[in-house]
């Protein structure tokens, strides 16, 4: 008998994360990974170790997921997201696939990510878009808010923007670029970066809506971004509002 040829699936994966504990698999639910791992083992018929580009938290959705897995089905990638979209619940989908090098892995291979927080500033709620955004009722100064988001882009110790319970011990992150957007109620924050932090995004996206109502100005930000604030007078935005949208290679 021959020698089985194993080959390196990449995917692309969009989901909505209301549902489920987070990407990674977990003893407390139900993970985004293990669905998509149950459809792979359904379509291939072997059980895989599906790795991730980003562990998502709990609630927090994804555009442009990344993943990659190890197969030896014969199956051509161009066919795998519709035979495991045949297996999969209605909010996640897979909508890329191809071959990679068989020693590329997802996570450790990723050069850069790109993140979305968006808010509803409205005194209504969203309705239907309740689990795609934060609701925040009070106003926003949006110029404020745009006149304060380079201060974050560059090389800084970023460790007052993640939340404890993270064992990381280099802080420095490097982010590429920002640009917050506004459309009607929807506020969008728009973040390119090497890596994030526990919460990072969420924790500068809190920040900017401080800003906005006037309870953080540049100087307080700078103070925060520099790594020297002994104060954290913003707020974690919650999961929902948060999307990974790409990740780079």
């Known amino acids: 008998m021959g020698l089985v040829k194993m080959k390196n699936i990449k995917i692309k994966v969009r989901y909505k994360g209301t549902a489920y504990c987070g990407w990674q698999s977990q003893i407390n639910g139900v993970a985004v990974q293990d669905v998509i791992e149950r459809a792979i083992e359904s379509v291939g018929g072997k059980k895989v170790n599906l790795t991730g ?49 068989i020693e590329f892995n997802a996570r450790f291979d990723a050069r850069g990510k790109r993140y979305r927080y968006c808010i509803w500033n409205s005194r209504y709620r969203p309705g239907l878009f309740e689990d795609y955004c934060c609701h925040i009722p009070y106003d926003l100064d949006v110029k404020k808010m745009n006149e304060v988001i380079n201060i974050f882009t560059g090389t800084h110790d970023f460790k007052n923007f993640m939340s404890t319970g993270s064992d990381v011990k280099d802080t420095v992150r490097t982010i590429w670029d920002i640009e917050l957007m506004q459309r009607d109620e929807q506020i969008s924050i728009d973040v390119r970066g090497d890596g994030f932090l526990y919460n990072m995004v969420r924790r500068i996206a809190g920040s900017l809506a401080d800003v906005g109502r006037g309870k953080l100005d540049a100087s307080d930000v700078r103070t925060l971004v520099d790594g020297k604030a002994d104060f954290c007078s913003y707020v974690t935005l919650p999961a929902k509002g948060l999307f990974l949208v790409e990740v780079y290679y």
């Open 53 to 101: 580009a980003g562990r998502t938290d709990a609630g927090v959705h994804a555009l442009g997921q990344a993943a990659n897995f190890l197969t030896d089905s014969s199956m051509p990638a161009e066919r795998w997201p519709a035979a495991l979209n045949a297996y999969l619940p209605g909010d996640i989908t897979v909508y890329d696939a191809e071959d990679v090098d």
